[in-house]
């Protein structure tokens, strides 16, 4: 087994440099097709690194058009109640530094977006993340240092817009089944969990 311990090795691994064109795509804010996508999208993926360097990585979702644009160079996202771990907010206390991955369901290329967070726990623009008569508990404002879209192949290979290719989700063991051998749930509370979650579904959460 090789493990790739510099860059000069890893760049003759991959073939080498990167085309211009992929370096070009790179912008410092946010024009007009990533606030389209923004204005589409309904969930992305949050990853943030404590003070030690330990990373996480958390799905944040709600109705299309959640991360709102305040201006080219800053978005905010709304911080809905959760389990209380606050690993996110933790990490963004002690390092700043974060990176977005936008989705939107059917569309094979991504949004990206590296920059700086901060935590608010009032604003103006909270009025505008109200959902369901609710507003955020708080939000985070994330200032744009690097932007750009990635092409679709990840998505092409795992076919994960394509149903046909999904599994049968009769098969996998449900989330209070997995806490019940994970954390010792007794069979009522697993089922507990189960009705609460399908419960959470049919009302779009809170």
Request: proline share 6%; charged share 25%; net charge negative.
């Amino acid at each position: 087994m090789e493990t790739v311990t510099d860059e000069a090795r890893l760049r003759t691994l991959v073939g080498g440099e990167p085309a211009e064109r992929a370096l070009r795509k790179q912008l410092d804010h946010i024009d007009e097709h990533a606030r389209q996508f923004l204005a589409e999208s309904p969930f992305c993926v949050l990853a943030t690194a404590g003070a030690d360097g330990r990373c996480d990585a958390a799905p944040r979702g709600d109705e299309p058009g959640f991360a709102l644009v305040l201006d080219e160079h800053t978005l905010a996202l709304p911080e809905r109640p959760g389990n209380k771990r606050l690993d996110s907010l933790r990490n963004i206390l002690a390092n700043p530094h974060v990176g977005l991955l936008f989705l939107v369901p059917g569309v094979t290329h991504t949004l990206r977006i590296n920059g700086t967070a901060r935590i608010v726990a009032d604003a103006d623009f909270f009025d505008q993340m109200t959902v369901y008569g609710k507003p955020p508990v708080l939000a985070l404002e994330v200032t744009v240092e690097e932007l750009y879209f990635h092409c679709s192949k990840a998505f092409v290979r795992s076919k994960l817009w394509q149903p046909a290719s999904w599994p049968d989700a009769a098969t996998l063991p449900t989330l209070g089944r997995v806490l019940r051998d994970q954390v010792g749930l007794t069979d009522q509370e697993a089922a507990g969990v189960d009705e609460r979650g399908a419960e959470r579904n049919r009302s779009a959460m809170f």
